[in-house]
Nanobody, 122 residues
Framework: VQLQASGGGEVQAGGSLRLSCASS????????MGWFRQVPGKEREFVAS????????YYSDSVKGRFTISRDNAKNTAYLQMNSLKPEDTAVYYC????????????????WGQGTQVTVSS
């Protein structure tokens, strides 16, 4: 499975961004998808995940209620809608995929895309 993330940029606090993750490869739509983020000098942290059907989602406590993960299997694309952005959301965001859905610190997907930078200014 190959993953291509896009949609990062710079936004002011309180603003919104939507990240996209296009997947390709055999049966890529059968994979759970997720988003992680990383700040220099810190571990990569889980943000959100979604099952292959879209019926189940998980979020980290820090983004719950502000971010929404979704997917369009016809387009082989997952999205992360980020609202009410805060300066502490500044990070490189990575999309990831795995056959098994998980969430939180224990989930480490097998496939990763390149990162996209999100910068939130105060």
């Amino acid at each position: 499975v190959q993953l291509q993330a896009s949609g990062g940029g710079e936004v002011q606090a309180g603003g919104s961004l939507r990240l996209s993750c296009a997947s390709s490869g055999r049966t890529s739509s059968n994979y759970a998808m997720g988003w992680f983020r990383q700040v220099p000098g810190k571990e990569r942290e889980f943000v959100a995940s979604i099952s292959w059907s879209g019926g189940r989602t998980y979020y980290s406590d820090s983004v719950k209620g502000r971010f929404t993960i979704s997917r369009d299997n016809a387009k082989n694309t997952a999205y992360l809608q980020m609202n009410s952005l805060k300066p502490e959301d500044t990070a490189v965001y990575y999309c990831a995929a795995d056959r098994v859905l998980g969430g939180g610190r224990s989930w480490w997907p097998d496939y990763w895309g390149q990162g996209t930078q999100v910068t939130v200014s105060s």
